[in-house]
Structure formats: structure tokens, C-alpha cells
DNA sequence: AATGAATGAGCTTTCATTCAT
DNA sequence: GATGAATGAAAGCTCATTCAT
């Protein structure tokens, strides 16, 4: 017989089983996303109880899904290396503005499951924000540190939090809430991201609004 | 007998109902409060039905919660009219920040409510975003434009955007994700969030970074 | 409060319960009539258990109903009554046929109950089942052995049930199953039936057929 | 573990769960007849939810069981074809009658089903109605036509109608209320509906009441 | 007499999981 | 490795009935 499903027949089992839960999780949520859907969904016979197979339960492909996705994330942990030195702050908060949305987007689907998630399986959080958020704002707080003379740690730390803190908060409502449209684009965007930053730092040289 | 319910037996029954579904909606998500539970909750027999008596059906627990909350959100509407005039860009943007973290953690059981439920009830989201989001951002970009010589329209919505965003993402990631301790306290997030907006006004007046 | 149900609030509540309840029995069966419907058609409040001031369970509501139906058919027992001594056959049948089918569709309601719940109440349907029946089509086979000489009892009775039951028939298709022109109009029908009895009857004519 | 139902397990579980759901809804009304209790005599675990492997829900088991019934109908649709010329009017009279009462009785089931449902599903009737009774009372109509000279057709369908109709209401009174022994026996009853019908029609023999 | 509120039992349906084949 | 069938538990919801007011 035929595979008529979307997923891809030539994938192992096991790997169309966690995309298609993942974009189900996404979609729908953990308790919308029934197994027999999930199945369907990779191409196994719905309510065969195929997944079982190779999970021993729902909640274990959840959790294997989220960790595949925090292993693709570990580069982004040290945000300092994205940033590099190009000898030009601007240039480098630039960079690391539009590298740290690109992220966000491609963990768009992750970052759904997480927030929906979010307080029934506080336990596969930990990690998760810890990866995404967490050291990514204190990665951010430690190069502000190194960048702007005279600017301490507290400070870099909320400052970090409020700058990141805005990009976070675009894609948060544009997908995870669905919010559109609040800033005209994204360049417009980061563009405007790099000054306020470069205004909150002490700086000697003399800044520029645009 | 005795009400062993939490709840308070004094307030009538269709209030308790609400208030203790949009406790649970906001603990365990819409699916994950289940009927039962809600009327154990509101100090009913659980899986009595007798929440049927009050209302129609589970969703519109939810939807009569919801509205609740959102008149209380009227205000919100026009933050200009909290700004107010003090005569003081710095001083303003101060009330505004404090006012609009007040209003996030007043409204954090909706915001968690929103954010869980926002892909299976979009519809449900329209007016409630619409109040407690868009129409802020909206109303501080007004406030931008006429505050600020010289700023255009789609720059205030950026700086609006970036500006309300840092604040929220900051409450979304503590009320919503539990993700805590990013920034040190409320006052200090305060002080540089201010610094940071006044320092994407184009302002005649010398800026001083504190 | 006005009482907007259709239901007279001149006639006293416990009539106006039988009656919206055995309409009710009759349009969505028994079990489809839930008391609060019963009560709401009643001029009651819905679900405030007012029809249990007036009877002590649903049940005794449709037993007291049909019981009143069965009241006004007492006259029906005897139908020789009703053909009376017109010393004409032909006239005393049609008069028979008539009376017949209008009891019938006077009786609809009823026989629409006792059709649907015949089997989940079987000890309801013996005392209405021989008033509305049995003790009809008794009574015709007692005037047809009187009419027609040499009629022996249990011709008679053979005769009666394939008579009366070819009318019966008529109006369950009609009244309880709803299907409609399986005969033109009733005169014709009641026409027909005259010379279909006189046919059978070994009738001082010359009949040909035994 | 033993199989404790009352179902044969050799037949396949789809099959069991139509027959012993359409001898329910005919013991005890569709209503009356519990999903768990169709699932028990089934031989399945009450309550379990295993009908739904089967059938997507409870009125799609009515659905399929009447449609099963009605199939093995589709002969009776021209009785005609039963009648067929065996030369000599009575005896195929005779074969008419004993054929439409074998059929209302292997269809009794299926009558008392149809009866009690019908108010509350009546577009399941449609077909089965048309099956089951119009199309042949029109086909016996027919037959009058051709075998009686002289017989119109709006009187033929009038005596079809009540020659048919005497026949079925005897075996609605039985096998859907319950009524007993109006009659003797079939076979007085097969003979003196022979009678009747022969009466009914404009024979070459002198026929006296018209 | 009437009502608002409550309740226990039952309903149809969903679903994660198991297991023999 | 995959499947069809089965199952226990729980879901949302309905309803006949009771009772204090």
C-alpha cells in the first residue's frame, strides 16, 4: 500500500514521528494533539498504536522533541561568538539583533510548546529557558560589560534584559500570540533596537538618533 | 454540611465558578481544567454538572472570565490619560512603565490564559490582544509623537513596539513562563527603561545616562 | 412576570402539566421530554422542579395522562352504541367506519405514546391497549355475528380484526409513522371499506366468494 | 478470559454490535439502549468505548442496521414478482398474503424500530418507508389493476390500502405493541382475507355491493 | 405554590496504552 | 515494524429528583 501521508516515507519512523508531534504540539497543543493523530500524521495506521513502538509513551516524545531542538540551540548559548568583534559596536549589536530574531523564528514552533506547556510540565522548562533565554540574556549582559566602559554588572543585566527583552517580546506576540503588525518591519526594527542601545551605554563617543 | 471548598461561600456561586475556572485555566490550561474540577473548586460536588447550572458550558465560563477581565482593561486603553501631565518627560515615562507592570501583573492570569489558549480560540483573542495590547502600544505611540519633536508616526510605533515590548516580555517571562530573576528589581528595570526611551526621543534637552 | 408559554394560565397548573406533557410524549417520546421542558411548556419555571408539587414522579405524569385519555374512551367500548339500529347495514358500517376514524385521530397523541413506549412500559399498555383496542374490535365481531346470520364467533372475529385493523392502519401510517396518500381521501376509503365488510358477510345476497 | 456475552464471538465484532444493537433499539427504543449496554451484548467491556472502532457513534450503528435491513427488502419491492401468474386469482391471492405477513414478521425488528423512531429521526424513514411500505402498496395496486377489468386506479390504490393495511396492522399490533390473538390463526386469517379482497373486486361473477 | 440551587447517576465520546498477530 | 482490536479512565454534559426558602 501506499504512504499517503505528508511526511516523508524515506525518514526513519522514529524521526517522522517526533516532526510531525512537534508541529502538532505547535499547533494544537500537547493535550489537542491525540497519538492517533500523531500517527496519522508520520504515516502509521491512527490508533494502531504504532508510536509506542519507538516511544514508550506520548510525553516521551515531547520530551525528546524539545531536546532535539536545544541541541540545535547550544551555539546560541555563547551569543559572543555570533557577535565576533567587528571593531564597530553598531555593526555588532546589528548582527547580534538580527541573528538573535533569526533564532527566534526558527524556534518559533519550540517556543509555542513551551509557553503552552509551560505550567503543566514546568520540569522540561528548566532546561529549555535555560538554553533560550536565560544564558542568551546573560551572554548579552557579559559582552555589554566588556563593550561599555564603566557600565556594572546589574546594570548590564537589566539592561540586557530589557534590550533582548524587546526583540523576545516581538516574536512572542507575533508567533505565539499572533499578534501582527505592531512595528512596520524588521529592519526598521533593528535599526531602532541598535539606538536605543547605544543609548543606554555610557558611552564617550557621540551618538546619533535617527 | 460544611463547604470544604477554598472558596469563599459567601460570594454567589456563578462568581466563585468564574473566578476559580480562570484560577485553574490560568494553572493548567483550558483543557487541563476539567469540569470536576472547577466545581470542586467553587465548593460544588464535583462532576455534579452543577456548573451546568450557571452556565451553558465550559467555554463560556471561559468567555464570561474573560470579558470580566477585559472591562476592567477599559482604563487601560488610553494610557495617555495615566501619563497625564506632569510637566516632566522623565517623570511621565516613570508613572507609564510602573502603571503599565502593574497592569501585567493585575492581568497575569489572563495574560497565561491568552497565551495557552491563543491557537485553539483565536476568535477569543481578538478583543482581548486588542485591549490589553494593541491599543496600548497604539495610545504610547501617540504619546510619542506628541511628546517628541520631530518623530514620525512609524518610528513612534517602533519605539512604542520596543519600548512596551521590553516590559512585557519581562512579565511574560516571569508570570507566564516562570522564568525568574532575569533582571534585578522592579525599580531598577524602572530607571533604565526610562534612560533607554528617553534616549530614542530626538530631544533637544542633554540626556544624562544614570 | 408575564407568563409568555403558550400554555392557558387560566386552567389550573396540574392540568396544564398533563397536557404539554403528553403533547410533549407524543412529539419527542418520553424520554425525550425532559421534566424541564415539560415544566417550561407548563408556564414553570424550567429545571425548578415545580411539577413535583403536583406529581410525585415524571412517570406518574404520563400514567395519569393516559389514563385521562383512557377515561374519554369508555364510550368507544361498546361500539354498537354508536352504530345504533339505523336498519340499514350499509349505513350502520359507514357509520362504524366514520366513528372509528375519528377516534383514532382523536386519539393520535395516545397512540403515538403507546406505540413508542409500548415496550419500556408494558403494564401501561394493557389497560389502554383493551379499552382502545381489543374491546373494539370485540365489540364489532359481537354486532357483526348478530347482524349477518350464520356468522359463526370466530369468523367473526377474524373478520373484525382484518376490518377494523385495515382503518387502524390507515391512521398508524398517518398518525404515528407519518406517511402520508397510501389512499386518496376518506370518504373513499370509508366507501370502499363498506363494501369490503359486506363482501364478507354471508349476506342473504348471493355472495360469491367463501 | 471467557467471552461472557450472549453474542456469537466467531462473528466479527462489527457485525455482533449491529445485531445486538438493533435487537436493543428494538427491545428498548434507541434511547433506551446504552452505548455500554450495546458494548456488553456485544461482548465488549460496558463502557469502554470500543463501539467506537467500529462505528464513529451511536446513530451511525442505527444507520448502518437499518440500511442492512433494508437491503434484504429490495425483493419485496415487487411483490409482483412473488405473486407471479399462477393462473387462478385466490391461490395468488393466497401467496400475497402469506408472503407479506412472512416478510412483516422477518421485518418486525426493523417495524419496531422504525415506529418508535420515527418522530424523532424521521428522515432514517424515508427510505425505509418507501421500501417497506409505499412501494408496495403501489405494487399490489398494480397487480389489481391488471387481474380486476374495470377497476380504476384511484380504487385500486384505496383497496390495496386497506387489503395490505389489514394485514399490517395485525402484525403491528402484535409484533410492535404486543397485542395478542385479535385473530385465531394465520391461515383464518390468510382464507378470510382472500374472501375480502375477491369481494373488493368487479369479478365477472355477479358481484353485488359496489 | 413556586423557585433557585444542588446532586448523583447516567449519558456519549475521547484517548493513552496494551497486546496478539 | 506495523496493525486491528480492546480497555480503563476520564472527559463534557444531561437529567430526574430533592430541598430550603
Redesign the pocket.
Known amino acids: ?1 501506499f ?1 499517503l501521508g505528508v511526511a516523508d516515507s524515506s525518514t ?3 524521526e517522522r514521528i517526533v516532526d510531525e508531534a512537534m508541529r502538532l504540539f505547535g499547533e494544537v497543543g ?10 496519522a500524521a508520520a ?19 515531547l520530551v525528546v522533541g524539545i531536546r532535539r531542538h536545544l541541541d540545535r540551540l547550544d551555539a546560541l548559548r555563547d551569543i559572543r561568538r555570533v557577535i565576533g568583534d567587528l571593531g564597530d559596536t553598531r555593526a555588532e549589536l546589528k548582527v547580534t539583533a538580527r541573528y538573535f530574531l533569526a533564532e527566534l523564528d526558527a524556534q518559533a514552533e519550540l517556543l509555542r510548546i513551551l509557553v503552552s506547556e509551560s505550567r503543566s510540565r514546568p520540569q522540561l522548562l528548566t532546561e529549555a529557558v535555560d538554553k533560550l533565554i536565560s544564558s542568551t540574556f546573560d551572554s548579552f549582559a557579559d559582552w555589554l560589560v566588556d563593550t561599555a566602559d564603566g557600565l556594572d554588572r546589574d546594570r548590564a543585566r537589566t539592561v540586557s534584559a530589557l534590550a533582548l527583552g524587546s526583540l523576545l517580546s516581538s516574536r512572542l506576540l507575533r508567533n505565539v500570540l499572533g499578534v501582527d503588525a505592531l512595528a512596520p518591519d524588521d529592519e526598521s526594527t533593528v535599526e531602532a533596537w541598535v539606538d536605543m542601545v547605544c543609548g543606554m551605554l555610557p558611552s564617550d563617543e557621540p551618538r546619533v538618533n535617527t
Chains 1, 2, 3, 4 share one sequence.
Open positions: 500500500m504512504t526513519p519512523t522514529r500537547y493535550k489537542g494533539a491525540s497519538v492517533a493523530r500523531i500517527e504515516g502509521l495506521q491512527p490508533g494502531s498504536g504504532g508510536l509506542y513502538h519507538h516511544f514508550s509513551s506520548k510525553e516521551e516524545v
